[in-house]
């Protein structure tokens, strides 16, 4: 699935969410930008997997970026965690918008070196702030509001 970086965030909805904005929906044939990533970003992005995590799914998407088709997945201290079946919420910095990343955007970073946009860099920088923030609530409201007339 390919959405733009800072769109509105309108996964398999009926209208898009305005105040939730999409980064890192990659797929190949699509330019994204890429650099070097903070290895504190990737760190805290990497604790994202966990304390952030929301839309689960059943299945699992493989990156068409490799060539390989086989599901990707990092050790973390809790355990192995695989990846491209949920997604990471995070409000900004300033708390105004929600950003929404497919948890595959790890992979991206460090195997594909894809840069986020510089506002979602930010929100990770300043996740600590929103340690008791429940990303899995504030998405499943969301997403039902999404269907509600």
């Excluded at 708390?95 to 929100?123: C, E």
Aim: hydrophobic share 45%; net charge negative.
């Amino acid at each position: 699935m390919y959405f733009p970086d800072l769109a509105q965030y309108q996964y398999d909805l009926p209208r898009p969410l305005p105040e939730v904005l999409t980064v890192g929906w990659l797929k190949a044939g699509h330019v994204f930008p890429v650099g070097a990533l903070n290895s504190d970003i990737v760190r805290t992005l990497e604790a994202l997997l966990t304390s952030h995590r929301a839309h689960k799914m059943r299945g699992f998407h493989y990156c068409d970026l490799c060539p390989a088709r086989e599901p990707i997945h990092v050790h973390l201290p809790e355990g192995p965690v695989f990846l491209s079946s949920a997604e990471i919420w995070l409000p900004a910095a300033d708390g105004t918008i929600i950003f929404a990343a497919p948890d595959l955007i790890l992979h991206y970073v460090s195997a594909h070196r894809y840069l986020p946009p510089v506002l979602f860099q930010r929100a990770i920088q300043t996740a600590s702030r929103w340690a008791d923030w429940n990303a899995k609530l504030e998405a499943d409201c969301r997403l039902e509001a999404a269907f509600a007339k």
